[in-house]
C-alpha cells in the first residue's frame, strides 16, 4: 500500500513539474517583456483596468485611427482578440494576430506579414482586456518601432458608429 | 449498558487510504491532475465537460421582451446624451428584433450590443444568453453524452474510495446512478429562465428533490449506500481549493480564525449555561454545545470521544445539527440578500452559524460565489480548531471526573481530529496561485468550476436524502432540543455580529475575494 501510495505523488508531482517546465513562451522574449505580460493578465484575471500608456507606444483614439484609414495612410490594424471574437466583429481590413499565439511563438508576427518600420496599431476589447497591450510590449521587444495602441479597443470604435466588418 | 464513544486510535500511515478525509483529497487530486494532463496533451476536449443546463421557452423570451425594452431606453437616451451614434443604432436594432421575436435575430442583435461593452454589454449578454438558450439544445444527445460521460467517470473514481474505504461496492454502483440523477434533474429544473429569475438555485432543487424522496416513499436500501453527502462535498472542495488564490484564503483565513475563537468561547459556553439551566445533564451539555458553536456533526463526534460519552446522544445531536441545517441554509442567504448584507460578511456568517460544510456551500451558494468561497474558508478555520476544541474538553473533563478514570487525553488528539481534507484544499489553492502558470489555470477553470458544482449536487441532493423530519418527532424529551435551538438562534446573532465586524470593513480592510 505505501508504495503504491508513494508511485501515486510521485506521479502527480512529476506531472505538476512537466506541465509548469512545459510552459512554452518563445525564448525570444526578454524576461521583461514576459513579467510584464504577465502582469498584464493578473491585471485581467482581477478584472481591472490595463495601465494608462505603455512606454515607447504611442496612444491612439478611434477618431485618429479612422482618419488614417480614411486619409488611406499606409497603417496595419492588428486585432489581438481570438479567432471567434474577431469573426464576429472586426475593424475593416485588420489583421488577426491573438496575443497567444504571438507569446508563444515570436515568428506569427512575420507570418501576420507585419515589417519592422510598418505603422502598426493594435486593438482588443477595450481597457479591461490584456491582449493589446501585451502585444504592443511583445512587438516592441521584437523590434518594432511604430506602435500605436487603441487602448479603448472595439467597444470605442462601436461607439462612435464607425464601419464593421464580419467573418474571417 | 450504554455505550460509551471512545477516544479512536487510528492513525500511522494506514489512515492515508482508509479515512474519508485523505481519501477526499485524493480524489481532488486525482481530478484536478487528469484535467491539467488533458490539457497540457490535449487529450479530451475541456470545453465538453461544461454542460449547458440553461432553457429559456419562447413564451418566456416573449414574458422578458417589454422588461428588456425597459432596460434599453434609458441606455438609448444616456447614448444620445453622450453622442455615441453607434451605441444607439445597435440598440435601437435589438428593440427591434426583439419586437419581431425571432431569437436568432435577438441572438445576433444583442452580441452586437454585447460589443459596445459597459453596461449595455451586460444586457446584451444576458439577452443573448437567454435567446440562445433554446429549450431543445439542453437535452440534445451532445449535451446530454457530456452528462452522462462525467456520470461514468465520476462512479469510477469514486468507486476506488468506496472500496478502500470498505463500504459495499456492489450497492453503491447500484445506487450511485441515482443519486447522480437526481443531481442532473435538480441542475437541469434549475437551468430553466423562471427560478433563475427568483434567484432559487440547483442546491434548493437538489434539496427539495431529496427531502421529497426521503419523506415520502422513503428510500430505498440500495440507493442508501451512494449517499455519502460527506464524501461528496470534501471532494469538491478540495477542487475548489484550485479556484482560489492563496492569498484569499490567508487573508480571509486570518479573520476567519478570530471569528472562529470568538464564536467558539461565547457561544460554547453560553449553550452550555443554558443547558444546565434547563437541567439537561453534562453529557449532552457538552455535545451540544460543541455541536453548536464549533461545526455540528464532527465537533459533536469529537467532544463525545473527548469525554467518552454516551453514543445514544450523540447520535441525538447529530440528527438535530442535521434537521437543522435545512431550514437555516435556506433562510439565512435569503436573509443576506433581503436584508442588504454584503456578501462577504453574509459569507462569514454562514461559515461560522451553519453547522455542516455542505450546508455552508450550499447556501453560500445560494448567495454569491465570494460569499461562497469566504463561508467555506471561515468555516474551515473553525473546524481545524476542532482537535484543539477536544483537546481541552478532554482535560477539563478528566479534571471534572478525577484523573483516575479513563484514557489520559493527549495532544495527538489536535492532529487526529484534524480535517485532512483542508489541506488537499490548501495544497490546491497552492499550486494553481504559485505553481501553474496563469494560462493553465485560466484555462481549466471552467472544467474544474463544472466539476466541483458536481460534486455539490450529489452532496446537496444526498443532504436531502438524509434528512428525515420524521426522526425529530421520535426524539424523546425536548429539553436538549430547545437548549440546542436557543443556543443556535444566539449563536447567528453573534456571528452576524462579529462577522460584520470583521468582515465588514469596521475593524479590518474588507478582504478580496472574487
Known amino acids: 500500500m505505501k508504495s503504491m501510495l508513494r508511485t501515486g505523488f510521485s506521479v502527480a508531482l512529476a506531472i505538476m513539474f512537466l506541465m509548469s517546465v512545459g510552459y512554452a513562451v518563445d525564448s525570444k522574449y526578454s524576461a521583461d517583456t514576459i513579467k510584464k505580460v504577465d502582469e498584464f493578465k493578473i491585471l485581467k484575471r482581477d478584472k481591472k483596468d490595463m495601465p494608462e ?21 499606409k497603417i496595419v490594424i492588428l486585432d489581438n482578440r481570438p479567432a471567434d471574437e474577431f469573426e464576429k466583429e472586426h475593424i475593416p481590413g485588420a489583421v488577426r494576430l491573438n496575443s497567444d499565439d504571438l507569446l508563444d511563438d515570436s515568428k506569427k508576427a512575420e507570418q501576420a506579414g507585419l515589417k519592422k518600420d510598418d505603422i502598426i496599431a493594435a486593438y482588443c476589447n477595450g481597457a479591461k482586456c490584456w491582449r493589446s497591450p501585451a502585444v504592443s510590449v511583445m512587438l516592441q521587444n521584437l523590434g518594432y518601432k511604430n506602435i500605436n495602441w487603441l487602448r479603448d479597443g472595439l467597444p470605442e470604435w462601436v461607439k462612435k458608429g464607425y464601419p464593421t466588418a464580419e467573418g474571417k | 449498558m450504554e455505550e460509551k464513544c471512545k477516544i479512536e486510535k487510528k492513525g500511522g500511515w494506514s489512515s492515508l487510504l482508509k479515512n474519508e478525509d485523505w481519501l477526499a483529497v485524493w480524489l481532488g487530486a486525482l481530478i484536478i491532475v487528469l484535467i491539467l494532463a488533458s490539457y497540457n496533451w490535449k487529450l ?34 444616456e447614448a444620445e446624451a453622450k453622442g455615441e451614434q453607434g451605441t444607439v443604432i445597435r440598440l435601437q436594432a435589438l428593440k427591434e ?64 474510495g468506496i472500496i478502500l474505504l470498505g463500504r459495499s461496492i ?17 441542475r437541469f429544473l434549475a437551468g430553466n429562465a423562471l427560478p433563475s429569475d427568483w434567484g432559487i438555485e440547483y442546491v434548493i432543487f437538489a434539496l427539495i428533490v431529496g427531502l421529497a424522496i426521503s419523506n415520502t416513499v422513503g428510500l430505498p436500501g440500495w440507493v442508501k449506500e451512494a449517499v ?45 449555561w443554558l443547558c444546565r439551566k434547563l437541567k439537561v445533564d453534562d453529557e449532552f451539555a457538552v455535545m451540544l454545545s460543541s455541536a453548536v458553536s464549533i461545526c455540528g456533526v464532527s465537533a459533536a463526534i469529537a467532544s463525545c470521544g473527548a469525554i467518552e460519552g454516551d453514543k445514544k446522544k450523540l447520535s441525538y445531536v447529530t440528527s438535530l445539527v442535521l434537521i437543522c441545517a435545512v431550514p437555516m441554509m435556506v433562510l439565512m442567504p435569503w436573509a443576506v440578500k433581503a436584508l442588504g448584507i454584503p456578501d462577504l460578511v453574509g459569507g462569514a456568517w454562514l461559515g461560522g452559524t451553519l453547522d455542516t460544510s455542505g450546508s455552508v456551500v450550499a447556501a453560500g451558494a445560494l448567495i454569491s460565489e465570494p460569499a461562497m468561497k469566504t463561508g467555506v474558508i471561515v468555516k ?28 489520559r487525553p493527549t495532544a495527538g488528539v489536535i492532529w487526529e481530529r484534524f480535517p485532512k481534507f483542508v489541506l488537499g484544499f490548501i495544497v490546491a489553492s ?42 425529530m418527532m421520535k426524539m424523546e424529551g425536548g429539553r436538549p432540543a430547545a437548549a440546542f435551538l436557543l443556543a443556535q438562534s444566539f449563536n447567528i446573532i453573534w456571528t452576524l455580529i462579529l462577522a460584520y465586524l470583521l468582515f465588514g470593513g469596521i475593524i479590518f480592510a474588507v478582504p478580496d475575494i472574487r
Not at chain 2, 414574458?63 to 441606455?75: C, E, G, H, Q
Not at chain 2, 444586457?123 to 452528462?147: F, M
Not at chain 2, 499550486?431 to 458544482?453: C, G, M, Q, Y
Open chain 2, 170 to 186: 456492489g450497492k453503491y454502483i447500484a445506487g450511485f446512478p441515482v443519486v447522480f440523477f437526481l443531481a442532473w434533474l435538480s
Open chain 2, 228 to 272: 455519502q453527502t460527506e464524501y461528496y462535498i470534501k471532494t469538491g472542495l478540495v477542487i475548489l481549493g484550485a479556484g482560489l488564490l492563496f492569498f484569499e484564503i490567508l487573508q480571509a483565513g486570518a479573520l476567519g480564525i478570530i471569528q472562529a475563537l470568538l464564536v467558539i468561547l461565547v457561544v460554547w459556553y453560553c449553550c452550555f
Open chain 2, 430 to 471: 497552492f499550486v494553481f496561485s504559485f505553481i501553474l502558470p496563469l494560462d493553465t489555470v485560466n484555462d481549466t477553470k471552467k472544467a474544474l468550476t463544472e466539476l466541483r458544482t458536481w460534486w455539490f449536487a450529489l452532496a446537496f441532493v444526498s443532504i436531502g436524502l438524509e434528512t428525515r423530519f420524521l426522526d
Open chain 2, 380 to 407: 474551515f478555520s473553525q473546524n481545524a480548531l476542532i482537535g484543539v476544541a477536544a483537546f481541552i474538553l478532554s482535560i477539563w473533563w478528566t479534571f471534572k471526573k478525577g484523573a483516575a478514570a479513563g484514557q
Open chain 1, 53 to 73: 500608456s505603455l512606454p515607447g507606444v504611442k496612444n491612439i483614439k478611434a477618431e485618429e485611427l479612422k482618419s488614417w484609414i480614411d486619409q488611406k495612410k
Open chain 2, 97 to 160: 428584433a426583439l419586437d419581431q421575436g425571432d431569437r436568432k435575430a435577438i441572438v445576433k442583435a444583442a452580441g452586437k450590443v454585447e460589443n459596445i461593452g459597459g453596461i449595455p454589454a451586460e444586457l446584451g449578454k444576458e439577452i443573448a444568453d437567454r435567446s440562445k438558450a433554446e429549450t431543445a439544445k439542453t437535452l440534445k444527445w451532445d449535451n446530454l453524452s457530456s452528462v452522462i460521460k462525467i456520470g461514468i467517470a465520476f462512479l469510477i473514481i469514486s468507486s476506488i
Open chain 2, 44 to 77: 479530451i476536449d475541456l470545453s465538453k465537460i461544461n454542460v449547458n443546463f440553461k432553457w429559456t421557452t419562447d413564451s418566456q423570451i416573449a414574458l422578458r421582451t417589454a422588461k428588456w425594452k425597459n432596460s434599453i431606453d434609458p441606455l438609448i437616451k
